[in-house]
């Protein structure tokens, strides 16, 4: 679930930005469905991960539409949103298409105006030029998510750094000691397969349980991430 970041949030001044990441799973374990197309972009079932998002009055401003629900999910997503300047997302996320770029160009999922509104950088082992859409322009990383990363803290400024999908990406993040801190939407669904969270995290990765909120059908958890022997 996405919004206009720039225009929900302002751009933040003092501090330091972290690299964050807001994602949402089923009850067993998975954050996509498996069989990711243009037809099921979240992989079959995986719009059930997001219908909590979905019904907030956060995620129906932010996309220009009226109702939607208050209390507390819609205060989760408001203030995971917050302060965030740049993000990071795979090429499982930017859209279906693999290999090289050919005609017609994939442009993402989000049309001519991508939610995103600030500087979008998605890895890719394939170079492409920039594509402004909108308010947003999605940057083509070829050299990894090192790169990427560091290219997004610096277009953050002092904001935080939003990491996307797919599961690749965010677990790449993690095994490369980037990511500060993540929240786990949790929803009771069973998707069966697909792709799942923390596969191929090592045990060098310590997770500290910081915050526990219950929703309406959904757990949001949160975690702060430490590194060691990386």
Same mark, same amino acid.
């Given at each position: 679930m996405w919004v206009k970041l720039r225009h929900a949030c302002g751009r933040y001044g003092g501090g330091v930005g972290k690299v964050k990441c807001q994602i949402s799973i089923s009850a067993d374990g998975y954050l996509a469905g498996p069989n990711q197309s243009e037809e099921h972009g979240l992989g079959e079932g995986g719009e &059930?991960?997001?219908?909590?998002? !979905?019904? $907030? =009055? !956060? !995620? %129906?401003?932010?996309?220009? =539409?009226? /109702?939607?629900?208050? /209390? +507390?999910?819609?205060?989760? +997503? *408001?203030? &995971?949103?917050?302060?965030? #300047?740049? +993000?990071?997302? /795979? =090429? #499982?996320? !930017?859209?279906?298409? *693999? /290999?090289?770029? $050919?005609?017609?160009?994939? #442009?993402g999922w989000w049309g001519d105006e991508p939610p995103f509104g600030v500087p979008v950088f998605v890895l890719t082992h394939y170079e492409r030029e920039p594509l402004t859409l909108g308010e947003t322009t999605f940057h083509f990383v070829t050299d990894g998510i090192e790169s990427a990363v560091a290219q997004a803290r610096e277009a953050a400024g002092s904001g935080? +750094?939003?990491?996307?999908?797919?599961?690749? $990406?965010? %677990?790449? $993040?993690? =095994?490369?000691?980037?990511l500060d801190e993540i929240l786990v939407n949790q929803v009771p669904a069973i998707l069966g397969g697909g792709t799942r969270l923390f596969d191929g995290i090592p045990p060098s990765v310590k997770m500290e349980q910081t915050r526990v909120v219950e929703g309406d059908g959904v757990a949001h958890l949160f975690y702060s991430l430490s590194y060691s022997r990386l």
């Amino acid at each position: 679930m996405w919004v206009k970041l720039r225009h929900a949030c302002g751009r933040y001044g003092g501090g330091v930005g972290k690299v964050k990441c807001q994602i949402s799973i089923s009850a067993d374990g998975y954050l996509a469905g498996p069989n990711q197309s243009e037809e099921h972009g979240l992989g079959e079932g995986g719009e &059930a991960l997001h219908e909590w998002a !979905f019904k $907030t =009055r !956060f !995620f %129906q401003e932010m996309h220009g =539409r009226e /109702g939607g629900e208050g /209390g +507390v999910s819609d205060d989760v +997503v *408001r203030e &995971a949103s917050a302060d965030s #300047n740049a +993000v990071v997302m /795979g =090429r #499982n996320m !930017f859209g279906p298409v *693999r /290999g090289p770029w $050919t005609e017609p160009l994939w #442009n993402g999922w989000w049309g001519d105006e991508p939610p995103f509104g600030v500087p979008v950088f998605v890895l890719t082992h394939y170079e492409r030029e920039p594509l402004t859409l909108g308010e947003t322009t999605f940057h083509f990383v070829t050299d990894g998510i090192e790169s990427a990363v560091a290219q997004a803290r610096e277009a953050a400024g002092s904001g935080h +750094v939003s990491v996307g999908g797919g599961g690749e $990406t965010i %677990q790449e $993040t993690i =095994r490369a000691g980037l990511l500060d801190e993540i929240l786990v939407n949790q929803v009771p669904a069973i998707l069966g397969g697909g792709t799942r969270l923390f596969d191929g995290i090592p045990p060098s990765v310590k997770m500290e349980q910081t915050r526990v909120v219950e929703g309406d059908g959904v757990a949001h958890l949160f975690y702060s991430l430490s590194y060691s022997r990386l």
